[in-house]
């Protein structure tokens, strides 16, 4: 089993390049689906999630290559619509190919994707949405089918909640759909933004993305295109609450200044110095780390996936802060492994109560998940002494190259082979 053997105490400082966003890569790539020709993805990070996602649209018949960053799928042999349990359980974002399955083929059959340790991670919405376009649901075997007699129908969609996934699978849908299709309520993520500027530069007439109505207007089809994803504004609060918690000094390029505001406003709060460059933006970390609530939000609010790398950097915070988690049911996890090296947490339901402690020590720690994973490199980074942090896989979905960026700014990790074997309760 690898593992990340971490030596804190070293304040990082120096340029980190950021790299396409792996929470807009996912969805686009599905959306290569309803071309009818050749799609060119540009700025792909090599994850395993997004490998994992080529591999199933592999499976779907059509011809996807990676080229270092560019990814080029050419959806023409289409010939399966069916996404298997193998693939989905691998992968839960698999299930954003049901909607264009659905509007190319009028035909999807996906493994349910089950939970995950964060949440029970429900799809309720995504289906209310087909429904809505004229597909009929069923369910059997553990699998999803949804099936359609022609074209799909434009509707009038409701999310009761502004579900990122919903809303990006039923956009999917509606792209071929006949007539007009408003999406009420919708999630105005800048990866909603990015897909729908990657669809719209295929030929769909999609209006309102970032806002909270989209207005998705159907076409008879959708030509390829040549498309450079955005930033990955998660990996970028990664690298700014790193200088925070070393009291280091990290310039970050390749980011946009609007899709990690959130995170710039509450790590200004806790006394960091952010400095504005034309392509970039520079954290400066402080002795003092001031406490600071955070509430996660839907966009623009801050971001659910930041909230375990800043409460690695609150635990040492000088007094007592509180998170509140109201995306996912179980985005905690992490405070357990916090509390090995020596972080005072108490967590009721979904709030964690963190008192700022002077110092943290290093421990032998687990990813619990990827965003957990990251916060205990985060913590190791400013413990004292040596973090051995287990279950690295986790890190590998959503983080490219993660320690030899982090080893750029001056940390000392080392990725090792850890021969015995691992039984942490
Ligand atoms: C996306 O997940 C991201 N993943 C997540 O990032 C991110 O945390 C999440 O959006 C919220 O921003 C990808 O984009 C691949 P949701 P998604 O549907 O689409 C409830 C990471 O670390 N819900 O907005 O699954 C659900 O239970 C990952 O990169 C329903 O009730 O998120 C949850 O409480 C983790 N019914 C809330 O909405 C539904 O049909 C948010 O889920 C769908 C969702």
């Not at 689906?33 to 490998?51: E, M, Q, S």
């Not at 030929?203 to 109505?213: D, E, P, W, Y």
């Not at 690298?239 to 390749?254: C, P, R």
């Not at 687990?366 to 985060?378: M, S, V, Y």
């Amino acid at each position: 089993m690898e593992k990340l053997v971490i030596r804190g105490g070293v304040p990082l400082a120096g340029k980190v390049r950021i790299s396409g966003a792996k929470n807009a890569v996912l969805p686009i790539i599905t959306a290569a689906i309803l071309a009818k020709d050749t799609c060119y993805i540009r700025g792909v990070p090599r994850l395993a999630d997004v490998d994992a996602m080529v591999q199933l649209l592999n499976h779907f018949g059509l011809q996807c290559t990676w080229n270092g960053d560019i990814v080029s799928i050419d959806a023409v042999n289409l010939n399966n619509f069916e996404a298997p349990y193998e693939h989905v359980s691998r992968l839960r974002a698999s299930f954003l190919v049901m909607g264009p399955l659905l509007a190319r083929y009028g035909h999807a059959r996906v493994s349910l994707p089950g939970g995950c340790k964060i949440g029970t991670r429900p799809i309720d919405l995504h289906l209310k949405g087909f429904m809505c376009l004229g597909a009929e649901i069923s369910t059997e075997k553990g699998y999803i089918e949804a099936k359609v007699k022609g074209r799909l129908k434009g509707a009038r969609v409701y999310l009761d909640f502004p579900s990122v996934g919903a809303t990006e699978n039923i956009m999917m849908a509606a792209v071929l759909a006949e007539g007009v299709t408003s999406i009420e309520n919708a999630a105005e993520e800048p990866e909603i933004v990015d897909l729908a500027n990657f669809l719209n530069s295929m030929g769909a007439k999609i209006s309102g993305a970032g806002t909270n109505l989209l207005v998705i207007e159907g076409v008879s089809s959708l030509k390829g295109t040549d498309y450079t994803v955005i930033p990955d504004r998660v990996e970028a609060g990664t690298f700014m609450v790193a200088a925070a918690i070393t009291g280091g000094d990290i310039y970050l390029e390749n980011v946009i200044i609007e899709h990690i505001e959130p995170i710039i406003a509450k790590l200004e709060e806790t006394g960091s110095k952010v400095i504005y460059y034309e392509q970039g933006i520079r954290v400066i970390g402080q002795e003092k780390i001031m406490p600071v609530d955070i509430r996660t939000l839907p966009y623009p609010g801050f971001p659910t996936d930041m909230q375990a790398q800043i409460s690695s950097l609150l635990t040492k915070a000088e007094g007592t802060s509180v998170i509140t988690e109201t995306i996912f049911e179980n985005r905690f996890m992490h405070t357990k492994e916090l509390a090995r090296m020596g972080a005072d947490i108490s967590v009721e339901g979904r709030v964690a109560v963190i008192r700022g402690v002077r110092e943290i020590h290093g421990a032998q720690v687990q990813a619990t998940d990827l965003r957990g994973g990251a916060a205990l490199i985060l913590a190791g980074l400013a413990a004292r002494g040596e973090t051995e942090l287990y279950f690295i896989h986790h890190l590998d979905r959503g983080y490219e190259r993660l320690e030899e960026k982090f080893c750029g700014l001056g940390a000392d990790i080392i990725r090792a082979e850890d021969l015995k074997k691992v039984t942490i309760a």
